[in-house]
């Protein structure tokens, strides 16, 4: 499917120099002098190089067609997280280098959506936000201004992040899976 330089979002794949790049960033830019470009970060599904690259308004890109399925995350080992299809309720494997840091998110029957290219498993989607307790956090400095500071925190999966100075150990909250960043506390 053909899409316009100006299209491209982060999150998608498209096909350029006969590969497959994620886009993992894209800034506008309109010079003083000359025309619009869009200036985007890709990184290479297949080899995991980066590439720094400017698209014209004008210029065709070809976006790549991707099948997606839901799955229920099942359990995970050294290497691999498994998931069963919730429809034919087959099992499929997936490779933790494709999840990074997501895999610490995953819970028990969490429903993720995968995308294919051509049988191949691209990424795994999960849901937008999920509920986590946190497991360590620095006491609250009495004083201290509510909106501008934040403090660090380590959730029960290990990951670090920073939350506001009301949040103490043993707190739920809800957490973006996309930025890893607080949204709010459970009560």
């Known amino acids: 499917m053909k ?3 100006n299209e491209i979002k982060p999150g998608m794949i498209i096909e350029h120099n006969n590969d497959l790049w994620m886009v993992l960033k894209t ?12 200036q985007v970060e890709l990184k290479s599904v297949k080899k995991g190089t980066k590439l720094n690259e400017r698209f014209r308004s004008s210029d065709s890109i070809e976006k790549a067609v991707l099948d997606e399925k839901k799955f229920n995350f099942l359990y995970e080992d050294q290497q691999k997280c498994y998931f069963m299809d919730q429809t034919n309720f087959e099992q499929i494997e997936v490779d933790k280098s494709i999840l990074g840091e997501k895999n610490k998110l995953m819970k028990e029957n969490m429903e993720v959506t995968i995308q294919f290219y051509e049988d191949q498993v691209l990424s795994v989607d999960l849901p937008s936000h999920v509920e986590l307790k946190i497991d360590v956090t620095d006491a609250a400095i009495k004083g201290q201004t509510v909106s ?8 029960e999966n290990g ?18 899976t996309r930025t890893l960043e ?3 506390k459970v009560k």
Do not use: E, R
Request: glycine share 12%; aromatic share 12%.
């Open 27 to 38: 800034q506008y830019v309109k010079p003083g002098k000359g025309g619009a470009f869009n």
């Open 148 to 155: 501008s500071s934040y403090k660090p925190a380590i959730l």
């Open 159 to 176: 990951i670090k992040i920073t939350v506001p100075p009301f949040i103490n150990s043993g707190d739920k909250i809800i957490l973006d």
């Open 3 to 5: 899409i316009l330089g």
């Open 182 to 184: 607080y949204i709010k």
